[in-house]
């Protein structure tokens, strides 16, 4: 629980001066993310950056310091009975909120209950300027100024150094049971979608390995008659199941060498025809699938599909990981990039190589 | 900033009637005249001209041309908004987006609709409603507001505590660049690879590019909803009781509150059997399932009356439901009878505040000699007080102004924002300076050079000049020292 604001904001205008580039770590819990770390480049470490700054249940809102590990926000919010709906993947006991947002990671209830970036509400930042800023703020509705909290999901740290959070919570769930029965894996897409849009209390939908998996939560009378109307047996270790999907320590993630593809498409869109295990979750908005190829092959699928593909984890990752973007929209994010950054000192080449 | 225009008013518009119908290219005063503001009419001005391209290639060419001129480029949607946003540039030109109204396709299991920026919010719903779906976002102007410019302004509306604002509930936009390039931004998945420009540009207010087309994601509707109606003695019961319902683990489809005045006001108008006699009023939409629904509604009476509600009432049809709503849902013309003008605000105030801030702006409504009416999106804690005044009379709307800061400035002060939904447009400009410091401010202008270098899009709105903020920060110092020295006289 310390404060050390002002530490990280010394070390970046000493990097500014000296010429340094400077990797931002926190829990080092999601360094297989992006392209390799840049090797010449110094440690600007916030996992000491820590604490709960300011929590109202009654108001919905919590404000932390970016290092805090998701584990410490998640007991705070279950003391009041609330929880982070956006599930965020814990990678192990250091995976931090600021991570989570820089990473822009949710788990299975994302499509329902919106993902990490949907529930930041205001951000502090040090850009490469060394200046301490301020974006957003503690209130759900606030539209003065452009939206750089949301900004920062999936910027992978590029922009700045957020030293603190602001995020909506919302209260846990009174009941929740998961639906499991079989399925092949044409049919399962047109099955998800077709229940989510039914108005019944639906918060994860996937499918593996022949099964689809429904979770149902919220008022418990609710769940148990949806459940009883809908075909597909309880599970009885469904939780489980659920965290482990969260967590990637489902069988399909967990113990693989093979490079992990992550296809972020259209619900609806027909699943790429590629060879091997696809496990497909959001209700088919997010497909991930295991097995050797190029990402230049890769794109065009993912663009038939209406979205993007990114190399997820393994594979060759000293060169491009992420979809690659038409230049009218390279040359703005580098501008932006410049309007932050403007020496490159964060996380260079982490994102793309020319950024 | 932009620089005066490399062009004369007369060959501009004859480089625009080259590609687009002269009929539609606009340069008398005479057809103009209604594009001088948009629903903040007291913020006016006269662009050089207004152009009513048809397709994306004409914007395209249009920004061009401008971008090249350097002439300043205002976009207009239905002109509803509520900051001035879309107040033309006298040395610009006034890009209507009228003419693209059409709902492109949409798409009943995937839940999506695709649609041109100048389709109007309630068309989305109603189009959609033959699938069982919706659009989550219903701000108050949403017969006539369009999604270019909700997009442009990230609109709200009653429900955002639950189903969110625009930035929520949107897949992708088109947009055209100021440099003239069409980009897509955002796309079919949830989420993209690389900064979350679709984040950034979701209420921007027409500083960061041109919207063509978008893509929203559409809600199933829920099988019932029902509201309950709670009147209180006390605005700090009623606050409480906003806060009893949240602890209590309910998320309200929509939880609005209104002061005495409103009530009045709004009853009057609406017939809508308000407990005329309450100092605040309730409205608490449960929305889902038959069971949760049931459920839900139980408890909300239940901690209302324990919160000590004078009078309770659940809706117990349709009908009953929706006539609770028309009240609160006319409120704003219902206060427009029982003034000649009103002035409505925007600011955002963590919801734990809510009864010292009614207070504390009940004393200023005594100091500035305004009246003032409360709604309130309580549960997101989005304050709409309506200044009542009468623009006849001189000097009284640069008070109400005055009064309006003073309310922003309260927002602010305890932990709050100026605009939860309405934008900064040109309207609250100068207060941008009380929520931000000029470094922030400095960010915001280095980050819309990065979308236009050269600042031709929508310029002096919504971010204001450094220069300019230093003066207004210095002149409220001045203020706020004469007051203590006046409150240590007196």
């Known amino acids: 629980m310390a404060d050390i604001s002002q530490k990280l904001q010394e070390q970046v205008l000493q990097a500014r001066t000296s010429g340094e580039k400077l990797n931002i770590v926190g829990g080092g819990s999601k360094t297989f993310i992006g392209r390799e770390a840049n090797a010449d480049a110094g440690t600007l470490d916030i996992s000491g950056h820590t604490g709960i700054v300011d929590y109202h249940p009654v108001e919905l809102v919590m404000t932390v310091r970016a290092g805090t590990p998701l584990i410490d926000i998640e007991t705070a919010l279950a003391e009041q009975g609330q929880a ?18 820089a990473c822009n990671l949710s788990g299975p209830a994302r499509p329902w209950a919106g993902s990490v970036r949907d529930q930041v509400l205001g951000i502090r930042l040090i850009n490469g300027k060394g200046e301490h800023l301020r974006f957003g703020g503690e209130v759900m509705k606030n539209v ?26 919302m209260p846990g769930p009174a009941a929740s049971l998961t639906l499991v029965q079989d399925m092949a894996i044409d049919e399962v897409l047109h099955y998800m979608n077709s229940r989510a849009a039914e108005p019944k209390p639906i918060t994860a939908a996937c499918w593996f390995d022949g099964k689809v998996y429904l979770r149902l939560s919220g008022a418990k009378t609710a769940v148990e008659a949806t459940a009883e109307k809908w075909s597909g047996d309880i599970m009885a270790n469904g939780e489980a199941f659920w965290r482990s999907v969260q967590d990637m320590q489902h069988e399909f993630f967990a113990g693989q060498s093979a490079p992990l593809w992550r296809f972020s498409v259209g619900s609806t869109a027909t699943n790429p025809g590629l060879d091997g295990e696809w496990f497909i979750d959001w209700a088919g908005s997010q497909r991930w699938f295991r097995g050797a190829g190029e990402l230049g092959d890769m794109e065009p699928l993912a663009r ?36 932050f950054d403007p020496d490159g000192i964060f996380n260079p080449g982490r994102l793309y190589s020319w950024m | 900033m932009t620089t005066k225009p490399r062009i004369s008013k007369a060959e501009l518009a004859d480089q625009f009637r080259t590609f687009i119908d002269p009929e539609y290219v606009i340069t008398d005063d ?20 207004v152009v009513l391209p048809e397709t994306v290639t004409q914007v395209q060419r249009v920004m061009r041309i401008c971008h090249e001129h350097g002439v300043p480029v205002v976009a207009r949607g239905a002109g509803t908004g509520l900051s001035g946003g879309a107040m033309p540039n006298k040395e610009g030109v006034v890009l209507s987006l009228a003419k693209f109204n059409r709902i492109l396709n949409i798409d009943p299991l995937a839940r999506t609709a695709r649609l ?63 440099e003239g390039d069409v980009v897509t931004i955002g796309s079919d998945g949830l989420d993209g690879c690389g900064m979350d420009l679709l984040a950034v540009f979701t209420g921007s207010e027409g500083l960061l590019g041109v919207v063509t087309e978008v893509k929203v994601k559409l809600l199933t509707k829920p099988e019932v909803a029902r509201v309950v109606m709670a009147g209180f003695d006390s605005v700090q019961k009623a606050g409480d009781a906003v806060g009893g319902i949240i602890s209590h683990g309910i998320i309200p489809g929509g939880l609005e509150m209104m002061d ?23 409205l608490c939409e449960v929305d889902g399932t038959e069971e949760e629904v049931h459920e839900h509604i139980a408890e909300a009476e239940a901690v209302f009356r324990k919160l000590g509600a004078t009078s309770v009432r659940t809706s117990q049809s349709e009908q009953e439901r929706t006539l609770l709503w028309l009240g609160r849902k006319s409120a704003f013309p219902a206060v427009g009878r029982i003034s000649p003008d009103y002035y409505c605000m925007d600011g955002t105030i963590p919801r734990r505040h809510i009864a010292q801030v009614l207070t504390d702006m009940q004393k200023l409504s005594e100091e500035f000699g305004l009246r003032v009416a409360n709604v309130f999106h309580a549960g997101d804690g989005n ?11 001189p000097g009284e709307f640069e008070r109400t102004e005055a009064f309006g800061a003073a309310i922003l400035k309260m927002c602010v002060d305890v932990g709050g924002c100026i605009t939860g939904e309405h934008g900064v447009g040109v309207e609250k400009i100068r207060q941008m300076a009380v929520q931000f410091s000029d470094q922030e401010l400095q960010q915001f202008h280095d980050l819309k050079a990065a979308f236009d270098p050269t600042g031709i899009l929508n310029p002096g709105k919504a971010v204001p000049a450094l220069k300019f903020c230093q003066e207004y920060r210095s002149l409220e110092h001045k203020q706020h020292k004469h007051e203590h020295t006046e409150a240590a006289h007196g």
């Open chain 2, 30 to 49: 005479e057809t103009i005249k209604p594009y001088e503001c948009d629903g903040m009419s007291m913020y006016c001005e006269m662009p050089l001209l």
């Open chain 2, 383 to 393: 304050l709409h007080p309506l200044i009542l005044f009468d623009a006849n009379v």
């Open chain 2, 116 to 178: 041109q920026p100048g389709v109007r919010n309630l068309a989305i719903s109603e189009e959609a409603a033959q699938y069982g779906l919706y659009y989550g976002p219903d701000p108050s102007s949403q017969i006539a507001c369009t999604i270019g410019g909700n997009v442009a302004e990230n609109s709200g509306g009653v429900h955002c505590l639950k189903y969110g604002l625009t930035v929520h509930n949107i897949l992708s936009v088109e947009m055209v660049t100021a």
């Open chain 2, 260 to 282: 005495g005045h409103a009530i009045v006001a709004a009853d009057d108008f609406a017939g809508a059997g308000y407990p005329r006699e309450a100092k605040a009023l309730l």
């Open chain 1, 84 to 101: 982070l709906h956006f599930e965020p993947p814990h990678f192990g006991p250091g995976s931090t909120i600021g991570g989570t947002l």
């Open chain 1, 304 to 339: 038939a599909a209406g979205g993007q593909v990114s190399l997820f984890r393994g594979g060759d990752r000293t060169g491009e990981v992420m979809h690659s973007q038409p230049n009218a929209l390279k040359t703005i994010q580098q501008r932006v990039k410049s309007s």
């Open chain 1, 144 to 169: 003065a100024g452009y939206d750089v909290s949301r900004l920062q999901a999936g910027a992978l740290g590029t922009l700045g150094v957020m030293t603190e959070i602001s995020l909506k919570v």
